[in-house]
């Protein structure tokens, strides 16, 4: 019985002992090769400080206020199709 206990012992030792060389050399290589380089400008994308929004045709803001007495603002965009959508709204609790 002390045989077998030894070598159940045993296996599970070295299954743990591997498993974590295994995870640190992972580590170690991950640690080595560093942070990617970053792209050259072109790759990258546009910068959004470049970027140009034309708020003028927003819709105008209008407020609500809520139970509790505080004004929420909204825009109001409206749609030019009679067709009705139906679905849950968040927070409703239906």
Same mark, same amino acid.
Request: net charge positive; aromatic share 14%.
């Given at each position: 019985?002390?045989?077998?206990? #030894?070598?159940?012992?045993?296996?599970? $030792?070295? $299954?743990v002992l591997i498993s974590a060389v295994i995870y640190?050399?992972?580590?170690?290589? =991950?640690? =080595?090769?560093?942070?990617?380089?970053?792209? @050259? =400008?072109?790759?990258?994308?546009?910068? &959004? @400080?470049?970027?140009? $929004?034309?708020?003028?045709?927003?819709?105008?803001?209008?407020? &609500?206020?809520?139970?509790?007495?505080?004004?929420? #603002?909204?825009? *109001?965009?409206?749609?030019?199709? @009679?067709?009705? #959508?139906?679905?849950? #709204? *968040?927070? =409703?609790?239906?």
């Amino acid at each position: 019985m002390k045989k077998l206990i #030894a070598k159940v012992f045993k296996f599970a $030792f070295s $299954f743990v002992l591997i498993s974590a060389v295994i995870y640190f050399v992972i580590v170690a290589v =991950l640690m =080595l090769t560093g942070k990617p380089k970053k792209p @050259d =400008l072109a790759q990258r994308g546009p910068a &959004f @400080d470049e970027l140009f $929004f034309d708020y003028s045709s927003l819709p105008e803001l209008k407020s &609500f206020t809520a139970r509790d007495g505080t004004q929420l #603002a909204y825009r *109001h965009y409206s749609v030019e199709s @009679d067709k009705i #959508a139906r679905g849950n #709204a *968040h927070g =409703l609790g239906c």
